[in-house]
């Protein structure tokens, strides 16, 4: 399977954008994982395969929703009140092989290209 992200841009602060990542087959576990220049590539959020149990980060304090429509192999990240701190390219993945959700890149096998999220304070 691939994964195809989109929906970035430049915000400012306060906010508010969807991301998308569309894959070309089913998939079970997805992810969004962000990386900042210079920083690890770290958890955002993760849904289970028909999207009843969606987990995140710390960071993310309620402000971001995960969400999925299998019947388009979509998975969505609804981002508000972003934040200057956000910045980053963010990449959904997949997990192909299990189905227990997952919090760290070693798990996540299918990743797609990211897309850049810039938030102007």
């Known amino acids: 399977v691939q994964l195809q992200a989109s929906g970035g841009g430049s915000v400012q602060a306060g906010g508010s954008l969807r991301l998308s990542c569309r894959a070309s087959?089913?998939?079970?576990?997805m992810g969004w994982f962000r990386q900042a220049p210079g920083k690890e590539r770290e958890f955002v959020a993760a849904?289970?395969?028909?999207?009843?149990?969606?987990v995140a980060g710390d960071f993310v304090k309620g402000r971001f929703t995960i969400s999925r429509d299998n019947s388009e192999n979509t998975v969505y990240l609804q981002m508000n009140g972003l934040i200057p701190e956000d910045t980053a390219i963010y990449y959904c993945?997949?997990?192909?092989?299990?189905?227990?959700?997952?919090?760290?890149?070693?798990?996540?096998?299918?990743w797609g290209q990211g897309t850049q999220v810039t938030v102007s304070s």
């Open positions: 993945a997949a997990r192909s092989r299990a189905t227990v959700i997952g919090r760290t890149v070693r798990q996540y096998d299918v």
């Open positions: 087959g089913r998939t079970g576990v």
């Open positions: 849904i289970s395969w028909n999207g009843g149990t969606g």
